[in-house]
T-cell receptor, first 115, second 113 residues
Framework: EAQVTQNPRYLITVTGKKLTVTCSQN?????MSWYRQDPGLGLRQIYY???????DKGDVPEGYKVSRKEKRNFPLILESPSPNQTSLYFC??????????????FGPGTRLLVL | QQQVKQSPQSLIVQKGGISIINCAYE??????FPWYQQFPGKGPALLIA?????SEKKEGRFTISFNKSAKQFSLHIMDSQPGDSATYFC????????????FGKGTTLSVSS
């Protein structure tokens, strides 16, 4: 089954404790992206990747890191989480280098609470 | 200029009625306008999309109306059903590789039976 998977689905952590949210897709997509969803703000892009070893900042990259060492994986790293990073995070992927007209497939989301 | 303004924030419609969600944008370079549907506990999923060279696109009960001169587009859900209850996001972008989708803030639709 074609899908985007994220782990963990739920995470409670404390300020400053490094964490990684994994994202994996099995569709051989070149383009992957991370979003955060906050009430009343909709979805905002954090980082995206056009292909392996190619990443770039989205609209709200501060406090986040990403890497793309393999085509299928695109982990989101919070080196020193803060309470304002409490949010619902989505990973997405699409084919053909990320042309916007290509459907983006979203993962199920990771709900993060930073105390 | 990158914003997409979506209204209303929430909407309650009776079963069988028409649901209408509106979006407006400023950036005239935008040339791709998708709508995403999100059910609770799930990620968004593409519902329908339109390019500015057409004024309307219909897929089943879902229709996008596009007004290029007014820089507005809207989603119409005909014969709304309880199963349509979800959050709907409009988005816009320039159709170039790597360009981000700019999402509206979302509309929560409840269809009462």
């Amino acid at each position: 089954e074609a899908q985007v998977t994220q782990n963990p689905r739920y995470l409670i952590t404390v300020t400053g404790k490094k964490l990684t949210v994994t994202c994996s897709q099995n569709m051989n997509h070149e383009y992957m992206s991370w979003y955060r969803q906050d009430p009343g703000l909709g979805l905002r892009q954090i980082y995206y990747s056009m292909n392996v070893e190619v990443t770039d900042k989205g609209d709200v990259p501060e406090g986040y890191k990403v890497s793309r060492k393999e085509k299928r994986n695109f982990p989101l790293i919070l080196e020193s989480p803060s309470p304002n990073q409490t949010s619902l995070y989505f990973c997405a992927s699409s084919s053909t280098g990320g042309l916007a007209q290509e459907t983006q497939y979203f993962g199920p989301g990771t709900r993060l609470l930073v105390l | 200029q990158q914003q997409v303004k979506q209204s209303p924030q929430s909407l309650i419609v009776q079963k069988g009625g028409i649901s209408i969600i509106n979006c407006a944008y400023e950036n005239t370079a935008f040339d791709y306008f998708p709508w995403y549907q999100q059910f609770p506990g799930k990620g968004p999923a593409l519902l329908i999309a339109i390019r500015p060279d057409v004024s309307e696109k219909k897929e089943g009960r879902f229709t996008i109306s596009f007004n290029k001169s007014a820089k507005q587009f809207s989603l119409h859900i005909m014969d709304s059903q309880p199963g349509d209850s979800a959050t709907y996001f409009c988005a816009a972008t320039v159709n170039q590789a790597g360009t981000a989708l700019i999402f509206g803030k979302g509309t929560t639709l409840s269809v009462s039976s």
